[in-house]
């Protein structure tokens, strides 16, 4: 039990183009999931936390104009990386509040190059 | 502010043998969890042990175990008759009760088994 699907796996884009990452759970109900940035053989930075139908939180320094965040029902979460540059090129993994006991399932993950 | 600190970036150890990774974390709180995560080339994030912080006995999990000191703010992983499949980074991390929201990551060991 407890999975959470993210798709794509990985997603080779252009520069300036906008770029789709979602987050499902599978078999239990998400009100909040978490989106986190990994750089090479670096730990996971948190960027926001998603909660199903408001708004998302952001950590400071993510700006929330270029990575909206749709929590539109209690099983999906998406990522959005608007125009999308070099920089933006990571490891993007999502994560699902299961329970205060289990912590979090998090996804397989999505590596993002832009070009 | 709550900090998780893993000391050791790397370590290796022989096929079969016993090893343990270190972890020390900062926090006020009174209520919270302990986790370790094991992070394969995959990518994908595998819970490999909980600590509930107001449990005194340390947590097993077949040939994992934590060694717990509270008043130490201490919580290592023993990863006993360690395997190849063992080869991955591992990452401790934090989470304060009945919040939902805070999830604080060490920077993680990166463990190679030896064959």
């Known amino acids: 039990g407890a999975v959470v699907s993210q798709h794509p796996s990985w997603v080779i884009c252009k520069s300036g183009t906008s770029v789709k990452i979602e987050c499902r759970s599978l078999d239990f109900q998400a009100t909040t999931m978490f989106w986190y940035r990994q750089f090479p053989k670096q730990s996971l930075m948190l960027m926001a936390t998603s909660n199903e139908g408001s708004k998302a939180t952001y950590e400071q320094g993510v700006e929330k104009d270029k990575f909206l965040i749709n929590h539109a029902s209690l099983t999906l979460s998406t990522l959005t990386v608007t125009s999308a540059h070099p920089e933006d090129s990571s490891f993007y993994i999502c994560?699902?509040?299961?329970?205060?006991?289990?912590?979090?399932?998090f996804g397989s993950g999505t590596r993002l190059t832009v070009v | 502010a709550q900090t998780v600190t893993q000391s050791q970036p790397e370590m290796s150890v022989q096929e079969a043998e016993t090893v343990t990774l270190s972890c020390t974390y900062d926090t006020s709180e009174n209520n919270y969890y302990l986790f370790w995560y094991k992070q394969p080339p995959s990518r994908q994030m595998i819970l490999v042990i909980r600590?509930?912080?107001?449990?005194?006995q340390n947590a097993t999990e077949n040939r994992f175990s934590v060694n717990f000191q509270k008043a130490a703010k201490s919580f290592s992983l023993k990863i006993s008759d360690s395997q190849l499949g063992d080869t991955a980074m591992y990452f401790c991390?934090?989470?304060?009760?009945?919040?939902?929201?805070?999830?604080?990551f060490g920077t993680g060991t990166s463990l190679t088994v030896i064959p």
């Open positions: 991390a934090f989470m304060i009760g009945n919040t939902g929201n805070q999830f604080y």
């Open positions: 600590q509930e912080a107001y449990k005194q």
């Open positions: 994560s699902a509040r299961r329970s205060e006991v289990y912590g979090y399932t």
